[in-house]
């Protein structure tokens, strides 16, 4: 029966319990242009190996290339009676070439070196797309610091207020995370650009057929060096996962920050109308429901890599029917990013920062009791003494329920002698984030700095 890979050594059919469990036309087939691309590969090494003609080759390419069309056009589905992807696409293929030629071409492969073959293809491809998608949420962030070079937040550590920094600084920080994300992918790839396809089922092919041929054509460096591997390794897929899940949690630390800044308490930030949602019953809200699904979507991302290792853990080599279950949950991690990533890149595009909140926010919470102390030292005072004499004048500030720069000099040369009048120099937040200079620092120039090496470092990918 058509369709069908395997048969004869069986007295009937499946029974239609199993069929129900084994199927994955409905996830596989997103691999069916790979499959094809696998197969025209396959067809050539046959040739090459002189198992089809020249005229067989031909005829074996044009009825893919049709199926492929077919495929793309809808025309050709999946049947109810397909087991998976490769079943159906071989089941196409005699349609289109005939059963003599159609059913040449399995010979030297099996679906075991062809499905890590093809789930490779497939997340190389997906990796630039999200390559892109990240490149280009990189760029709304790093646009929105260089829009505000100058504004002042309070930066915080404990989320309580710790000493203040530039809003760019802060954008920025969440830049690098995402850069060393794409710089991953790029170093995830070296691994994955080696094609299994010739390992055969386990143990490679007797027909001898050239596996770095068909690499090539695939667009792979290499072919694998031990063809058990080849067939039963998903480290891979795993390692993608992870990288998809590190996307995620990248984006949801910031996706949470946005959250609070759109509140009214905190106040820093304004979501555009196109990039927020309302509420069914409170007609006033304005929900910022794109970071949420991004925070919620990270879970997902995190699930679906953890829910693959516990997949992996225990299986023996080689190939079992367990490691089809690889394919739902990092195809699902890949469509997750595709979607998340843009929706998310235009929130932050068209996100309105109030600097003057945040430049109200800055000082307080005693914001600047590091730079007191840190001036105390370049006035010769041994740290220790600094933090102590810091610490007392942030005491009685708080007992007199005023800020630090609203100490009279009295009261500063109270607390210490060495409290003179020339510290209110560093009382404001402008001069406190301006003398911190030290390379990585706040500094606007520093800043300044990060944000070109950052641009070098996106654009040097
Ligand atoms: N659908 C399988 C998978 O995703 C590939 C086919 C291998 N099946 C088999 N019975 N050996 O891993």
Known sequence: ????????RFAGGPSPELAALSKSTH??????????????????????????SDVELAGMIGALDVLEADVVSGSFVAAESDEDVHGALERGLIERAGAELGGKLRAGRSRNDQIATLVRLYLRDHAGIIAERLI?????IAAQADAHPTAIMPGRTHLQHAQPVLLAHHLLAHCWPLLRDLERLADW???ANVSPYGSGALAGSTLGLDPLLVARELGFADSSENSIDGTAARDVVAEFAFVAAQIGVDVSRFAEEIILWNTR??????????????????????????????????GRLIGNLTG???????LPLAYNRDLQEDKEPVFDSVQTLEVVLPAFAGMVATLRFHTDRMAELAPQGFSLATDVAEWLVKQHVPFRNAHEITGSLVKSAEDLGVELSDLTDEQLAAVSPLLTPEVRSVLTVEGSVASRTGAGGT???????QLAALTERVRAL
């Not at 927020?276 to 970071?291: E, R, V, Y």
């Open 1 to 8: 029966d058509e369709g069908k890979l395997w048969g004869a």
């Open 265 to 298: 308490e905190f106040g820093f930030v304004t979501l555009d109308d196109a990039y927020s949602t309302g509420s069914s019953i409170m007609p006033q809200k304005k929900n910022p429901d794109i970071a949420e699904l991004a925070r919620g979507k990270a």
């Open 136 to 140: 280009a949420l990189i760029d709304a």
């Open 443 to 449: 500094a606007p120039d520093r800043v300044a700095e």
């Open 27 to 52: 996830f596989d087939w997103a691999l069916a242009s790979y499959d094809i691309a696998g197969s025209r590969a396959h067809a050539r090494a046959l040739a090459a190996a002189g198992y089809l």
């Open 308 to 314: 693959l290792l516990t997949t992996l853990k225990g």
């Open 189 to 191: 790839d070296r691994r």
